[in-house]
Structure formats: structure tokens, C-alpha cells
């Protein structure tokens, strides 16, 4: 039996039993030999700041990168559900929800369904946290069944499009190992796909631009650190080849449409670290270097053109922002990034 372990995040500790078995299982092994990043992707190369906000969490984008959706604190200090147009300011999307952590927003392609992961809070309306998904302008369900997702971490849409990966843990009383689990929008129970070693503390999902699935692991390393992990049938398979500097919350994201390759948010371990990086199936690195992306905690990919969202903890000294949504203060932006 593992002890519990306290996870740190930005600007809150929620305490995470966790399995702390860090030895590779087999068939858990790491993936081939390292690289280059693969050509022919854009990563971005610029961004625009489009709002500041009080406490943002979460956004994305829809498919064709026009529509921000944005989950932030409003006046009273209560998450939201945001919407508009890219460029202006987004009005509130009535969804009748109590969040407590909000970890992701997702849309459908077609932006006919919308999701929301919260992680929960003891005291809350869900404390070991919930999947809701619902018509955009809706009401949001709770999806998951009787075997739904508990303390959900990250979530991302499938290829098809009708149901969602959640990664996540089991409650203390079950083992308090880490989850992944998959979520169907129509209803019925979730799905359990993989528990335990070697996901630790799993804290990010993406779906590649080839459609293959990798979770973020702040502990996957063999408790040397963050990881990486591509799913390959029933396995799960470490991708990088040193530590990543991984916290929580964490953004992870295909790259542009013409590569394998992923984007992936960074805390700054040791003062040398970029904010945002990429890296290849094969593992190989690279810094991807934006000066106004100061402590990126979020990011998310339009689904059909290389445009992506930040979330920033901290509001660049631009001064180019536009009129936020209501707030008890700004300490918080959204960012457009492009090629």
C-alpha cells in the first residue's frame, strides 16, 4: 500500500491517492529510439492575447479555430462557461453547473455537444469530481453510469467523435490506482481501458493528428518525473527518453496537421525551461519559445486548422486585451497562438 501523495498545482493542493508503483510493467516498455521532431508540422510561432480574465481554468477552440470556449471565475467568484466569436468578448453559456476544479472543455466538430471535466473538491457539488456533456446552450448531464469516472484529471474527444477519454483515479476505498477510462456522449456506463503502472499521476490527454492517443504522467518516469505515453492496443509505452517537467494543471495538444508530433505545457524546473515544448513519437525534443507565454497551464488545438489556445497564469504586460467577461479581477489570459 502506497502512501497518499500531496499534488501541488497552481495555485491550489488537492491530495492525490495515488498508486505510486513506478516501475515500467511489462509490456509497459519504453517505445523506440529517439530522433528528430518530424517535419512538416507548424508549431506556433506567434501569439495574440485575446482576453484577461479572473481565474480562467480551461478553453478551446471549435474545429475551424473561429469560436473560443473558455471556463473562468465571474464576479462572484463562480467558474463559467464562456462562448464568442475569436476576437470578441465571450458571453456566459447557460449550463446550470457547480464546478469546483475544472480541468477541461471539449467541443464536438460540429459543436453540437459540449463537455466539461471538473476534478471536484471536498465540500462540493461533486467531490470526487465528474464528466458533463450536453447540447452547446444546454443542459449538461453527468455521464458515466455507474462505473463513472472518479477524480477525472484530463479529458479529449474521440476520433468519432461520440465519446470522450478521461483520465483520472479510483476512489481511496478502491485502491486510489490511476484510471483511463473512455466515456460515451449518448450515456451508458464508462469504459475502464487501463488502471495502475505505469500511469501515476496522469494529467494530460491528446489525440494526434493521426488519431493516436498519448497521456501526460506528472510521476511516469520510474519516479524520476514527468512522462509521456503513447496507447498501443492494451499498452501503454513511455515515449520520451529523459524527465519532462510536468505539473498541474498541464496542456497537451497535437501539433500541426501535417505531423505526428506533440505540443506539451512545462513547468520551469530549473529556470532553463521553455514554457511549451514538442516532441516526437520517437521522443526527440524540442523547444518551442514564445515570450508571452509566461506559465502555461492550458492548451488545446482546433480540430481541422493549426490554431491553438493558452491558458496563462499570469496576464503578459501587453496591455492589448480586450474588454474581459465580467470578473472579481484579472490575474489570468487567454492566448491565440498560430503558425
Not at 38 to 58: K, R, W
Not at 125 to 133: I, L, T
Not at 180 to 186: A, K, R, T
Amino acid at each position: 500500500m502506497c502512501p497518499q501523495q500531496t499534488w501541488v498545482v497552481r495555485g491550489r493542493s488537492s491530495l492525490l491517492a495515488m498508486a505510486c508503483s513506478l516501475v515500467l510493467a511489462p509490456g509497459c516498455r519504453t517505445a523506440e529510439s529517439p530522433g528528430q521532431p518530424s517535419g512538416g508540422a507548424e508549431v506556433p510561432t506567434q501569439s495574440a492575447q485575446l482576453l484577461q480574465v479572473h481565474h480562467p481554468a480551461v478553453a478551446t477552440l471549435s474545429a475551424d479555430g473561429q469560436t473560443l470556449y473558455l471556463v473562468a471565475m465571474d464576479d462572484a467568484g463562480l467558474y463559467q462557461i464562456y462562448r464568442g466569436p475569436v476576437g470578441t468578448p465571450p458571453g456566459v453559456v447557460t449550463s446550470a453547473l457547480t464546478l469546483s476544479f475544472p480541468v477541461a472543455i471539449l467541443v464536438s466538430a460540429d459543436e453540437s455537444q459540449l463537455a466539461i471535466v471538473d476534478y471536484g473538491d471536498a465540500g462540493g457539488e461533486s467531490p470526487s469530481g465528474a464528466v458533463f456533456a450536453g447540447p452547446v446552450g444546454g443542459a449538461l448531464a453527468r455521464l458515466g453510469g455507474t462505473a463513472a469516472p472518479t477524480y477525472p484529471t484530463a479529458g479529449a474527444l474521440t476520433a468519432d467523435q461520440r465519446s470522450l477519454y478521461i483520465t483520472g483515479r479510483a476512489l481511496p476505498s478502491a485502491g486510489g490506482e490511476a484510471m483511463l477510462w473512455q466515456v460515451p456522449l449518448s450515456g451508458g456506463d464508462a469504459v475502464l481501458l487501463y488502471h495502475g503502472t505505469p500511469l501515476s499521476q496522469p494529467i494530460g490527454l491528446a489525440l494526434s493528428s493521426d488519431n493516436t492517443l498519448y497521456v501526460a504522467d506528472a510521476q511516469g518516469a520510474q519516479g524520476q518525473g514527468g512522462a509521456i505515453f503513447v496507447s498501443r492496443g492494451d499498452r501503454l509505452l513511455q515515449i520520451n527518453k529523459q524527465p519532462l517537467a510536468l505539473t498541474y494543471p498541464n496542456g497537451l495538444s497535437a501539433a500541426g496537421h501535417g505531423s505526428a508530433d506533440l505540443l506539451f505545457t512545462t513547468t520551469i524546473a530549473t529556470g532553463t525551461e521553455p514554457w511549451l515544448r514538442r516532441i516526437s513519437p520517437n521522443g526527440a525534443l524540442q523547444d518551442v519559445v514564445l515570450p508571452a507565454l509566461t506559465d502555461a497551464t492550458s492548451l488545446s488545438r482546433a480540430q481541422a486548422v493549426d490554431r491553438w489556445v493558452a491558458i496563462d497564469a499570469v496576464v503578459p504586460n501587453s496591455g492589448s486585451a480586450t474588454t474581459p467577461p465580467p470578473g472579481a479581477g484579472v490575474d489570468g489570459a487567454v492566448l491565440l497562438l498560430s503558425p
